[in-house]
């Protein structure tokens, strides 16, 4: 029975996406500029998947290093409004978002006082530092001494629907990070706002070093996502790194984490050696955004997409007869674009499988992705999109 891997490499855009303007993003290529300032890149298993072709498609040019030939390829593009996570992993698996997303908006403080009140009271806090649009390892840098010595967790936000919450781990305690961010999710539903994100920590002043306990408290997709299906007919669904947090722990039979992206990966080519027939493999490789798209280094990218790909190519050959392997992404986040957020791009889509042609498919929509892996599992045709293979 045929299985899928769809793999994310979260924020590895290829240019802007038709209405980046309108998020004040034109111009924004992420892989483009990332080859531009960090050198051609070398990127073999992804560009015979067709990886510079698909960036053509978006911008008219392939990046330096890159030949823009061959593969099963499509560049995608996001109808949802926004340019969260959230919403791009789920049209990705065949459910557009309908709704706005609420945001909090770029004054001192971000945060409305009667929420931040309200979270005080109900986790048991004496207050909350920050309160700020930050990059989240610099509010770490600002605050955390005056956290620790304190006891008030570090309360920040970005241009994406997101209330993130940093504590250190010894401090002020993981349970206790976990328990306020369940408080702050509840509260934080009125208002529509997508993730609240504990971020722990470790370390002393000019030393802090974010740790692998991340955990997002996600509002829950809409019904009839790929993974809800796929469960529904009784299939293994299996999510990578932070697939969990982001479809709500909802439609995944496991769930399996790691340190890093590179153990992601190990996890992935275990589920590749022994994952069931019918099997969905659905993996989020986070560092992209988190290390490198946010903190604006194109070279730390340039460095973690050619790690990716010599992982990639070595797991390639171990797919089965009637597997389908899928790249994509879910939104851009140029590290040389200004501020630290999120850009609105096309995305690549490709597909690999043993004894699939190379084929050229254009654009599509992000949906389209989810509904291919639909089809190809031999599940019903979901609400959206419509099958590229």
Known sequence: MSRVFLLVMDSAGIGGAPDAAAYGDEGADTLGHIAEAAGPLRL????????????????????????????????????SRGKDTPSGHWELAGRRVAFDWGYFPREDPAFPADLVAALCAEARLPGVLGQIHSNGMAAIERWGPEHVRTGKPICYTSADSVFQIAAHEEAFGLDR?????????????????????????LGAPGAYRRTANRKDYAIPPPEGTLPDRAKGAGRAVVGIGKIGDIFAHRGLTAERKGANDMALFDALEAEVATAPGGALVFANFVEFDSLYGHMRDPAGYARALEAFDARLGAALPRLRDGDLLIVTADHGNDPTWEGTDHTREMVPALFASPGLPPRALGRCDFADIGATAAAWLGLPPGKEGRSLL
């Open 44 to 79: 073999p298993a992804l560009d015979s998947l067709g990886l510079g072709a698909a960036a053509r498609e978006a911008t008219g040019r392939v990046p330096a290093g890159l030949s823009g030939a061959g593969g099963c390829w499509a560049a995608a593009r996001e109808w």
């Open 177 to 201: 990070l976990y328990e306020v961010c369940a408080v702050a999710r509840r509260l934080c539903d009125p208002l529509r706002i997508g993730r609240v994100i504990a971020r722990p920590f």
